[in-house]
């Protein structure tokens, strides 16, 4: 069976994780790609395309790393709201993982809510 979700950890709800849908996640990948320079997204699109396929831990300095584009995205004037609280919320993950010493992780999952 296929993951049709991820559980992000260090995410916003009262279990410190998001969970989101596989395909919103590949969608957003595909807005990045017009709003961040061609330099600088692949490293985040690389992880959204590959959502739901395996496991990712990712460490404080990826984190890091993925915690500004996934801001700059946020704040870009032409990404549609839906991505754009989807950045956010990511960005928040990646910004507490990174100050965290555990890997910041994406789980598939064949379960989701919200």
């Known amino acids: 069976m296929s993951a049709t979700h991820i559980t992000v950890s ?4 009262f279990l410190g994780v ?4 596989v395909g919103q996640l590949r969608e957003f990948g595909q807005h990045v790609r017009s709003v961040l320079p061609t330099d600088d997204h692949p490293p985040l699109t690389a992880l959204l395309d590959a959502a ?3 496991e990712h831990a990712l460490d404080s300095g990826q984190a890091a790393l993925l915690a500004v ?4 995205a946020a704040a870009h004037r032409r990404l549609r709201k839906p991505y754009r609280e989807i950045a956010s919320r990511l960005g928040i993950a990646a910004a507490n993982a990174a100050a965290d010493p555990e890997p910041w992780t994406w789980t ?4 989701g809510h919200r």
Do not use: Q, Y
Request: hydrophobic share 20%; proline share 11%; aromatic share 0%.
């Open 10 to 13: 260090h995410g916003s709800d």
């Open 108 to 111: 598939p999952t064949t379960e």
């Open 69 to 72: 584009l996934l801001r700059r």
């Open 52 to 54: 739901g396929e395996s």
């Open 18 to 21: 998001d969970i989101l849908p």
